[in-house]
Structures are given as structure tokens and as C-alpha cells.
């Protein structure tokens, strides 16, 4: 298992990020 | 028991290519549908532009590390192409619990997003293979007299002649679509993550400043305080 900081909010994704939303 | 740095390497990627064994290099009947249900079908851009992105990326592999190692590229290539196929469909399936959609119509056929998904997934196999590492500026397997350039991030962008911001994006969906990714991989995307937001997002050029001044404009900015007298 890794310790990867995870930033997004749980009603954040892709989507959003590629301006899709 | 402790392994040689070479033991682990053929171990990592006998890993990769044995979980991408049962992936396709199509995508899969799931995918399909996804992309069918877009109002505009990416099926074929997709598809065109992975042969495009192909010769590009092994020609310059080639040059990066040898003429004769071309075939390596190509190697690489065709196991990204499975991992890039494979976390997408992953990230669809979460996306479409989300927000309850199954038309993906924008995302999927954003040039952008799929460059940097494929971008992101060949940054993986080239890690796994360590020809990508932070920690000895990654190994190429060419010798003679050719000159040969490093592969090692951001080697990828300049590739694909993609932003790092976009890039960037991919990365935290990309770690949650795929729980097999091992530490040292997951540890190699996050330092990428971390050179993009230090250094590479604030490159003259970047999309990052378009949209800062977006947001700017449409007053989504705090404002700044005054300095006190």
C-alpha cells in the first residue's frame, strides 16, 4: 500500500477537472 | 526477502505485464458503450490518434536511446496503450457512480485528456522498465556512438507536446483507477505531480495562467488584502 496524499473532495473528479461539468 | 535492485525491477515488471495480459489492446465491450453513448462517437479519433501518438513516441524513444531500440518503444507503447485503456474504463465507471451519467460526450472527446491519460500510463511502463527514475536519472539501453537523452519525467511532455498542467490533472484519477500500481510507482507519480506544481505548471505557455486569468475576470478570486500601513 502507498501513502499517497489524495486532494480531490469526494464530489470532485475528472470531469471536473477537464472542465466538463 | 530483500531483492536486487535488478530482481525487483524484473519482478515489477513481470507485475505490469502479467495484470495487463487480460487487458486488451481494444478497448474492451464496456468501453465501447461508453463511448457509444457519447453524442458524438471518439471511437475512431480515438483510434487515430493512438497511431499517430504510436510512431511518434517509439521514433523518438529511438532517438532518445538508440536507433536499434525503436522495438522497445514500440514494446512500451503497446503496454501503455492496455494500461490507458484499461484505467479509463475504471475512471468512467467511477465517474458514472458520481455523477449518474453515462454520456461522457466533452471528456471523451477532449484531445487533451486522452493524450495525458496515455501520457500518464506510459510514464508507468517506462518507471516500471526504470528508464524513468528520479533516483538515477532512469537507464537507457542503447550504447554506441548515437547521442542519447535521458527519458526520465518530464521527457514524456515534450513527446506529446503536452502542457504539464494538463498532465498533471490525470494523476491523483489515474492512482485511484488503478489499486495494483505498486509504492515506487505510486511514489514516482507523486514526485512527478510534485515538479509539476513546484516548477513546471508556472512555465511560460502553461494553460494555468489562462486560467487564473478566468477566474480573475469572472471574480472567482478573493480579493487581496491591502497591506497594513
Known amino acids: ?21 | 526477502p530483500p531483492q536486487t535492485p535488478i530482481r525487483a525491477a524484473m519482478t515489477s515488471i513481470q507485475l505490469l505485464r502479467g495484470d495487463l495480459t487480460s487487458s486488451g489492446d481494444q478497448p474492451s465491450a464496456n468501453l465501447l458503450t461508453y463511448f457509444k453513448h457519447c453524442t458524438v462517437d471518439p471511437t475512431q479519433d480515438v483510434q487515430k490518434r493512438l497511431e499517430t501518438l504510436g510512431q511518434v513516441f517509439s521514433q523518438t524513444f529511438g532517438q532518445a536511446v538508440g536507433p536499434h531500440c525503436v522495438v522497445y518503444g514500440r514494446q512500451r507503447f503497446a503496454l501503455g496503450v492496455r494500461l490507458y485503456y484499461r484505467v479509463m474504463e475504471e475512471m468512467l465507471k467511477s465517474e458514472e457512480k458520481r455523477l449518474s451519467v453515462q454520456n461522457f460526450n466533452k471528456l471523451l472527446n477532449d484531445s487533451t485528456f486522452h493524450t495525458s491519460l496515455l501520457a500518464c500510463a506510459l510514464e508507468v511502463v517506462m518507471a516500471t522498465y526504470g528508464e524513468s527514475s528520479f533516483k538515477n536519472g532512469g537507464y537507457n539501453h542503447g550504447g554506441g556512438d548515437s547521442a542519447e537523452t535521458n527519458v526520465c519525467f518530464p521527457w514524456i511532455l515534450n513527446v506529446f507536446n503536452l502542457a504539464a498542467f494538463d498532465f498533471y490533472k490525470v494523476i491523483e484519477s489515474f492512482i485511484k483507477a488503478d489499486p495494483t500500481l505498486s509504492k515506487d510507482v505510486v511514489k514516482h507519480l507523486e514526485t512527478c505531480e510534485n515538479l509539476i506544481m513546484e516548477r513546471l505548471a508556472w512555465r511560460t505557455g502553461s494553460p494555468l495562467f489562462e486560467l487564473l486569468t478566468q477566474e480573475h475576470e469572472s471574480g472567482g478570486a478573493e480579493q487581496v488584502e491591502t497591506p497594513a500601513n
Open chain 1, 1 to 21: 500500500s502507498h501513502d499517497y496524499h489524495y486532494g480531490l473532495e469526494d464530489h470532485e473528479g475528472i470531469s471536473e477537472l477537464f472542465d466538463c461539468d
